[in-house]
């Protein structure tokens, strides 16, 4: 993986330069991405997510076996947004087949944690059934985007070099350690007790990665803003929005994890 500008590969300066003609810079928002309208494409592909999401956490709170839907979403998000992140030309296309895809993953993930069983994920082991968790988790969630939003929009928070080079790096280790850890899952090697435990170094691993993950926001908002400022083409915009949906969703995920170690404390 390259060194990015953007924790998030997928919003990183490179990929917003090489779609700019350096000759042929207008801003014609009929041809140009925008900030508004990358958020207006955000906004669909989060309905998109939130609606395939529901239809895999009704099925679940049923009585049925959604393993089949859960590790499709898993499998076809993580193929298609690799897709995505070389094609950027085919994310108006794709983008929002991704995102159907992430919510049927998200909405089982949900209702596990919600309704409670017992499974072995990539990196460790969960037990579920903590009643309102996941709402907590939802609420967490989009406080803590608003909140890095502000932070950014006030200049509180600033994505300069330095920021974004410790972000950056932080966020490649953590992705090369989970990579170890789903290799490792695979020779029935023992997963390290704070992945999953309620323990305090547990607890203190979830909440740095919860706040690295909000930091990505940071770099997501400031390369959306640069993207725009570029020229970069229109369908730019839906390339934006998927990066944004990409970070977010971790985001959530980690929330979640957080909460489950808390709730087992």
Known sequence: MALFQSGNPALS????SSTVLPDILTLDTQINMTVKGTLNKFGLLFLLTIASAFFTWKEFASGGNVNTLVIGGAIGGLALGLVISFKK????????VYALLEGLFLGGVSAFFEFGASTTTTVGYYSGGYSGMVMQAILLTFSVVIGMYLLYKFNVIRATQKFKSIVMTATMGLGIFYLIMFAASFFNVPMPGFLYQGSLIGIGFSL???????????????MIEKGAEMGAPKYMEWYGAFGLLVTIVWLYLEILRLLSKLNRR
């Open 13 to 16: 300066e490179k990929r917003f």
């Open 89 to 96: 030309e085919w994310s108006p296309y794709l983008a929002p």
């Open 208 to 222: 740095f990665v919860v706040a690295l993950a909000a930091m990505n926001l940071i770099l997501d908002f400031d």
